[in-house]
């Protein structure tokens, strides 16, 4: 039979700011990535993000990314490789430690905006990542772009690396996904959006947005629910898969 994982980016809240809709997408996906306060989340949210986590026996990852709330992480910065070593350190220990006081292990690391964009070509800064996840966290799953320079540094320092593809973005025809400023980057339509779901898990194929069919490899599915109409889309996703005969389970034990 074959598992896949359902992972989706929570914990975005920041003192009284409120985003995203945490509790009811965490009854839908099978894996967590939890900001870790450099781009999103502070440690109250942390903290409240992990526990509920654990009520609904979802698999726990840290998303660390760019110093940068400003921007949600999501603007390119410069840094060195000991620079990003050591900021993943920083953030993964700091999950890592909220997991463990709610008696549970940190299941996977996945990069967040441009950091993780940036490391699926520059394989320095992919490097960089990966050394910091195996020092703060040698037993977690690095968690990246399907193809990228990530997956090959996870092999490179010795962790697991797990391929993410997703639902609701186009794809350019070397397998890395369309910059969200140009035309083609979301798949707004359930539509087109599900069938390709599929197609990816069962077939290993996806449509990029020139028309040609590309290979891909899929152990986790990253969605967002962040929306009402969004997290509909979440369950229709899951139960759609279902159907399929896919098993839906944590990204752990897709890679066991």
């Known amino acids: 039979m074959i598992k896949v994982d359902l992972n989706s980016d929570i914990g975005e809240s920041f003192g009284t700011y409120k985003l995203g809709l945490d509790t009811e997408v965490l009854k839908h996906v099978t894996s967590a990535n939890i900001a870790c306060g450099f781009h999103a989340g502070d440690f109250m949210v942390m903290e409240k993000t992990v526990d509920i986590a654990v009520q609904n026996n979802v698999g ?40 463990r006081a709610a008696g549970k292990s940190l299941q996977h690391v996945k990069a967040h905006g441009a950091l993780y964009n940036m490391a699926a070509k520059d394989p320095a800064l992919a490097e960089a990542i990966a050394a910091g996840v195996k020092a703060a966290a040698p037993d977690a799953i690095l968690l990246g772009l399907a193809g990228s320079e990530m997956v090959q540094a996870a092999k490179k320092v010795g962790l697991k690396g797990a391929q993410e593809v997703f639902a609701d973005r186009g794809y350019n025809p070397d397998g890395t996904l369309v910059p969200r400023s140009q035309p083609g980057a979301m798949v707004h339509d359930p539509k087109i959006a599900i069938p390709r779901v599929i197609r990816m898990v069962t077939e290993g194929k996806v449509t990029a947005i020139n028309g040609e069919d590309i290979d891909i490899c899929a152990d986790s599915i990253c969605v967002h629910g962040d929306n009402p109409e969004a997290l509909e889309f979440v369950h229709n996703i899951r139960t759609a898969l279902e159907d399929a005969g896919v098993k839906v389970v944590p990204l752990g034990e897709v890679m066991a």
């Open 60 to 99: 726990i990852g840290a998303h660390p990314g760019f110093p940068d709330l400003q921007g949600f992480g999501r603007r390119q910065m410069k840094l060195t490789p000991q620079e990003v070593k050591n900021l993943i350190i920083y953030q993964v220990g700091a999950l890592a430690a909220f997991a």
